[in-house]
Nanobody, 128 residues
Framework: QVQLVESGGGLVQAGGSLRLSCAAS????????MGWFRQAPGKEREFVAR????????VYADAVKGRFTISRDAKNTAVYLQMNSLKPEDTAVYYC?????????????????????WGQGTQVTVSS
């Protein structure tokens, strides 16, 4: 069983930056495809970004494109979400997710329901 732990959330003013981290307890992410999702109060959980198992392919939601960057470290022990130019509408609980399927190209997936593991989430609040 893989347990994902997110960190790095907090309160930031609009225009500011935060860096979220996701680590797996007791193992590395090698061959896992990773993603970030978010859920605002009263809304459905939505896709934010995903990255292939080797890190060479990334996809972003239109709402965050150009502002957020997903990456994974060379040892595959952590996945990051660098969030710049934050807006109040980015306020949400952010979740890290992992699938055992090693997607070499994430252009067309994995979809939300293809992820095998989810973290507990970390709160991001952007004040105006």
């Amino acid at each position: 069983q893989v347990q994902l732990v997110e960190s790095g959330g907090g309160l930031v003013q609009a225009g500011g930056s935060l860096r979220l981290s996701c680590a797996a307890s007791g193992r590395t992410f090698s061959s896992y495809t990773m993603g970030w999702f978010r859920q605002a109060p009263g809304k459905e959980r939505e896709f934010v970004a995903r990255i292939s198992w080797a890190g060479g392919s990334t996809v972003y939601a239109d709402a965050v494109k150009g502002r957020f960057t997903i990456s994974r470290d060379a040892k595959n022990t952590a996945v990051y979400l660098q969030m710049n130019s934050l807006k109040p509408e980015d306020t949400a609980v952010y979740y890290c997710a992992a699938t055992r399927k090693p997607f070499p190209d994430v252009t067309n997936g994995p979809g939300r329901y293809e992820y095998d593991y989810w973290g507990q989430g970390t709160q991001v609040t952007v004040s105006s």
